[in-house]
């Protein structure tokens, strides 16, 4: 199998800001989905960048489909089997349907292929009934499904969105990022995606692995599963904390405070248990969450 992207000792340094950004390494095969999370300004654009081939890696030892690029002719073939989606989707004029059919015909597509090509891609996005809507008639959340479908056109092999869920309700992103998965794992044509977002849980839920960024170093980096460890990490929001706090103190329970929350470190057999005790206690709760495998815990 090809590998789409492969790079060690990834290191972008800016000078006039001091800010460093060190991923030690970083592989995309065809069907993977890896998500890049972390607060803003921990580099995970800058990252992303540097995978779509915006910013150099001089010093980087890298491949783009097991090649390593050396002239701009080989740049300019790798770079057409990229396609980036920034956060911020630049306007587009006239309607949804012309603008993917122009892009079609840049794209060389026979005239009398060009209907059936978009037909399968338009109705897969659901976008049949906004195809001769413009700009100003469709909400968010569909430019950006007009937007994947454009790029889809081309049949990309690596797939770079730099937040793409950020502006979205909780039901446009989960239809977005199923719609994601499925095209990354297709069957018939399976691609890499890389995409950065600050929501975890969601992105967790599509992810083959995960990049953790933080002050630019990759804190962690690969398949969620190997975050496990001999203890349960308990994410927890209650109505009345001093009871909660009072509660931990006597039982030594190890605990942090993440602004709302609180994160509870558990024995894993006393998960079950510790549940009950809250109950039993009368903790009212309103949030319970095992963040065990979530990169959240490291945040």
Same mark, same amino acid.
């Given at each position: 199998?090809?590998?789409?992207?492969?790079?060690?000792?990834?290191?972008?340094?800016?000078?006039?800001?001091?800010?460093?950004?060190?991923?030690?390494?970083?592989?995309?095969?065809?069907?993977?989905?890896?998500?890049?999370?972390?607060?803003?300004?921990?580099?995970?654009?800058?990252?992303?960048?540097?995978?779509?081939?915006?910013?150099?890696?001089?010093?980087?030892?890298?491949?783009?489909?097991?090649?390593?690029?050396?002239?701009?002719?080989?740049?300019?073939?790798?770079?057409?089997?990229?396609?980036?989606?920034?956060?911020?989707?630049?306007?587009?004029?006239?309607?949804?349907?012309?603008?993917?059919?122009?892009?079609?015909?840049?794209?060389?597509?026979?005239? #009398?292929?060009?209907? %059936? &090509?978009? /037909? !399968?891609? +338009?109705? @897969? *996005?659901?976008?049949?009934?906004?195809?001769?809507?413009?700009?100003?008639?469709?909400?968010?959340?569909?430019?950006?499904?007009?937007?994947?479908?454009?790029?889809?056109?081309?049949?990309?092999?690596?797939?770079?969105?730099?937040?793409?869920?950020?502006?979205?309700?909780?039901?446009?992103?989960?239809?977005?990022?199923?719609?994601?998965?499925?095209?990354?794992?297709?069957?018939?044509?399976?691609?890499?995606?890389?995409?950065?977002?600050?929501?975890?849980?969601?992105?967790?839920?599509?992810?083959?692995?995960?990049?953790?960024?933080?002050?630019?170093?990759?804190?962690?980096?690969?398949?969620?599963?190997?975050?496990?460890?001999?203890?349960?990490?308990? #994410?927890?929001?209650? %109505? &009345?904390? /001093? !009871?909660? +706090?009072? @509660? *931990?103190?006597?039982?030594?329970?190890?605990?942090?405070?993440?602004?709302?929350?609180?994160?509870?470190?558990?024995?894993?057999?006393?998960?079950?248990?510790?549940?009950?005790?809250?109950?039993?206690?009368?903790?009212?709760?309103?949030?319970?969450?095992?963040?065990?495998?979530?990169?959240?815990?490291?945040?």
């Amino acid at each position: 199998m090809t590998t789409i992207y492969q790079a060690t000792d990834i290191v972008k340094h800016y000078p006039r800001s001091n800010f460093k950004l060190e991923v030690p390494k970083l592989q995309l095969n065809p069907g993977s989905i890896t998500g890049v999370v972390g607060e803003n300004g921990n580099g995970k654009t800058t990252l992303l960048n540097i995978v779509a081939g915006n910013l150099s890696q001089k010093n980087t030892s890298f491949t783009y489909f097991d090649s390593t690029p050396t002239t701009a002719n080989n740049w300019s073939a790798i770079k057409d089997k990229i396609a980036f989606i920034p956060q911020r989707i630049p306007r587009w004029y006239g309607s949804l349907l012309q603008n993917l059919q122009l892009k079609a015909a840049v794209e060389g597509i026979p005239n #009398e292929e060009i209907d %059936t &090509e978009l /037909d !399968k891609i +338009i109705h @897969f *996005l659901g976008l049949a009934k906004f195809q001769h809507l413009k700009w100003s008639e469709i909400s968010t959340g569909y430019r950006l499904r007009f937007e994947l479908a454009r790029i889809l056109i081309g049949k990309p092999q690596l797939l770079v969105l730099d937040e793409p869920i950020a502006n979205l309700d909780i039901n446009a992103q989960q239809r977005f990022l199923a719609d994601l998965k499925e095209i990354a794992q297709s069957k018939e044509y399976p691609i890499a995606v890389i995409l950065s977002s600050q929501q975890l849980h969601e992105i967790e839920t599509i992810a083959t692995q995960m990049i953790f960024l933080k002050e630019g170093k990759a804190l962690f980096n690969g398949n969620i599963d190997s975050l496990e460890s001999s203890n349960n990490t308990i #994410e927890i929001l209650v %109505t &009345e904390n /001093d !009871k909660l +706090i009072e @509660f *931990l103190e006597t039982k030594h329970y190890d605990f942090t405070q993440r602004g709302v929350y609180y994160q509870v470190d558990i024995k894993e057999t006393l998960s079950n248990h510790f549940l009950k005790e809250l109950i039993h206690e009368g903790i009212a709760i309103n949030y319970y969450r095992d963040i065990s495998k979530s990169t959240k815990k490291l945040f």
